[in-house]
C-alpha cells in the first residue's frame, strides 16, 4: 500500500490534481482516524517502502566499490569518484524517484565526499589539523547548499549547517588557538544560533503540511545535543561522582527541556538529554550500593514517564500553551 507525504500532497494540489480543500480534509480524516492532529505527529518521510532500503544497499555498494578502485590510484581519486557518484544517482533517485532514505544516504555521501576530497588535498601542504578540518568543512556547506539548490532534500540544511559550524569552530581554534579553553560555551551558543534557525523553519510551517517542517526536523536533532551537551557538562555529571544536588538539578533542567520539547513539539531535545539522566542516576545509585539494578530502576521509572507524556502529548501541549502570550502562539506549531 503506497504511503504519501505531506509534501507529496502538497505537490499535487500546485499541480492541480485536487483542490486545497481535498487535501485538508484529507489530512483531518488521517489525523481523525489516528487519533492524534497530524501537526503533533512530528511526522517525516523517511522510507516509503522496502524498495528504499533495497536502492540504499545497490548505493552503498556501488559507491563503497567506485571509492575502493579510485582509492586504488590515489585517495583524491577515490573520494572525488565518491562526490560525482553520489550526485549522479541523486538525479535519478532523488530528483526523478524522490525516494527519501537513498536521498538522504546519497546527501550525506556527496557532503562527505567533498569534505574527504579537501582534507586530501590540504594534508599535501603543512597546515595545522584544525585548518585541514576547517576550510573543507567549509567546501562542504557550500557543497551542500548547491546540493539543496537542486535537489531540496530536507536534511541537506542540517548538514550544511552542521559542516558550517564545524567550520567556523575549527578555523577559529586555528587562528585564536586560546579559544579552545571555551570550548563549552561556544558549543552552547552555536547549538541557540541553530536552534534559533530551527524554530524560524518551524514557525513557516506551523501546521506542518510541507518539506519546510522536514527541515525543522532534522535542524533540531542536530541542534539538541549542542545544546544540552555542554549544559549537562557544566554540571559536572561526566566526572563520575554524581551527588543528590547533581541530581536534582538533573530533573529540572530535565522538567525544564520536557517543557521547551513540548512548547515547540519537538521531542529531539528530550531524546538527546535522555542518556545524559540515565547515566547521572545509574551513577548516583551505585554511588549509594544499588549497583545491580541501577540503571533498570531509572530506565523504568524514565520509560514509563515517556510512554505516559507520548501518550498525553496533545493534552499537554494544550494545557501549556495557554499560558504564553499571543505572539508566541502565533510562532508555535499549530494546536488542533
Known amino acids: ?22 487535501a ?14 497530524t501537526v503533533d505527529e512530528e511526522y517525516f518521510r523517511l522510507i516509503s517502502g522496502f524498495n528504499d532500503i533495497f536502492v540504499v544497499i545497490a548505493c552503498l555498494l556501488l559507491l563503497v566499490s567506485i ?19 553520489a550526485w549522479g544517482l541523486a538525479e535519478y533517485f532523488t530528483r526523478q524517484r524522490r525516494m527519501a532514505l537513498p536521498s538522504i544516504v546519497l546527501l550525506l555521501a556527496f557532503v562527505g565526499g567533498v569534505l574527504a576530497t579537501g582534507m586530501v588535498l590540504l594534508e599535501r601542504f603543512d597546515l595545522s589539523t584544525d585548518l585541514i578540518i576547517g576550510a ?19 536534511i541537506t540544511v542540517a548538514a550544511g549547517t552542521a559542516a558550517l559550524v564545524a567550520s567556523v569552530v575549527m578555523i577559529l581554534f586555528a587562528l585564536i588557538p586560546e579559544t579552545r579553553q571555551w570550548v563549552t560555551p ?19 510551517d506551523r501546521s506542518r503540511q510541507t518539506r519546510r517542517s522536514d527541515v ?5 536533532l542536530i541542534t539538541a545535543p ?34 521547551v520539547s513540548i512548547s515547540i513539539d519537538r521531542r529531539a531535545m528530550m531524546v538527546s538529554a535522555l542518556i545524559y539522566v540515565l547515566y547521572a542516576f545509574d551513577t548516583l ?52
Request: proline share 4%; charged share 10%.
Open 24 to 37: 485538508t480534509a484529507f489530512r483531518d480524516y488521517v489525523a481523525q482516524k489516528r487519533a492524534t492532529p
Open 226 to 259: 549542542l545544546i544540552v551537551h555542554p549544559v549537562f557538562s557544566a554540571l559536572g555529571v561526566f566526572d563520575g561522582q554524581v551527588g543528590l544536588s547533581q541530581a536534582s538539578a538533573v530533573v529540572m533542567l530535565y522538567v525544564v527541556i520536557a517543557i
Open 216 to 220: 525543522a526536523f532534522w535542524l533540531h
Open 136 to 154: 573543507p568543512s567549509a567546501a562542504a556547506a557550500i557543497a551542500a547548499w548547491l546540493h539543496w539548490l537542486r535537489f531540496k532534500v530536507p
Open 285 to 336: 545509585l551505585e554511588h549509594y550500593g544499588i549497583i545491580s539494578l541501577g540503571f533498570a530502576f531509572t530506565a523504568f521509572s524514565l520509560g514509563s514517564g515517556l510512554l505516559l507524556l507520548s501518550a498525553f502529548w496533545h493534552s499537554c501541549r494544550k494545557a501549556l500553551l495557554q499560558f504564553y502570550p499571543h505572539f508566541i502562539q502565533q510562532r508555535l506549531p499549530s494546536l488542533r
Open 1 to 22: 500500500m503506497p504511503m504519501y507525504s505531506d509534501d507529496e500532497l502538497e505537490s499535487a494540489v500546485q499541480a492541480g490534481v485536487m483542490t486545497p480543500q481535498v
Open 186 to 204: 561556544i558549543t552552547f551558543i552555536a547549538g541557540i544560533a541553530l536552534f534559533i534557525l530551527a524554530m524560524k523553519w518551524d514557525a513557516s
Open 67 to 85: 571509492t575502493w578502485i579510485g582509492d586504488s590510484v590515489s585517495l583524491l581519486f577515490g573520494a572525488i569518484l565518491q562526490t560525482i557518484t
